[in-house]
């Protein structure tokens, strides 16, 4: 079964960081590009930072540049999404998703990459609040 799973979301006090992974499972992760996501209630899903196979990374949000990085580890099958100096406005659902098809690199730009998304996570929350 094709699969990616997120964890690592909870509560976070402003400034401080956190460690999101998204395991795959039924496929091979490093075969894929793959996008970190967010969404808040009432606001359509927006792309964060996407990695291409080759290691290229790519960041859609302005605010989130200098504080996010990607990064997988293959032996794992496992992406991360490493955030720092977090806000309040980074408190949403952060979801993962493959890059389609195989082997494609990322887009750049926003818009492009929602639309060459593959397999979905079930999201996991940020909160970020004293």
């Known amino acids: 079964q094709v699969q990616l799973v997120e964890s690592g979301g909870g509560l976070v006090q402003p400034g401080g960081s956190l460690r999101l992974a998204c395991a795959a499972s039924?496929?091979?992760?490093?075969?894929?590009?793959i996008g970190w996501f967010r969404q808040v209630p009432g606001k359509e899903r927006e792309p964060v930072i996407c990695?291409?196979?080759?290691?290229?990374?790519?960041t859609y949000i302005d605010s989130v540049k200098g504080r996010g990085t990607i990064s997988r580890d293959n032996a794992k099958n496992t992406a991360y999404l490493d955030l720092e100096s977090l806000k309040p406005e980074d408190a949403a659902v952060y979801y993962c998703a493959t890059v389609m098809p195989r082997g494609r690199p990322c887009p750049s730009y926003a818009t492009q990459l929602m639309q060459v998304i593959g397999v979905w996570g079930q999201g996991t929350q940020v909160t970020v609040s004293s």
């Open positions: 039924g496929f091979t992760l490093e075969d894929y590009g």
């Open positions: 990695m291409g196979t080759t290691g290229f990374s790519t």
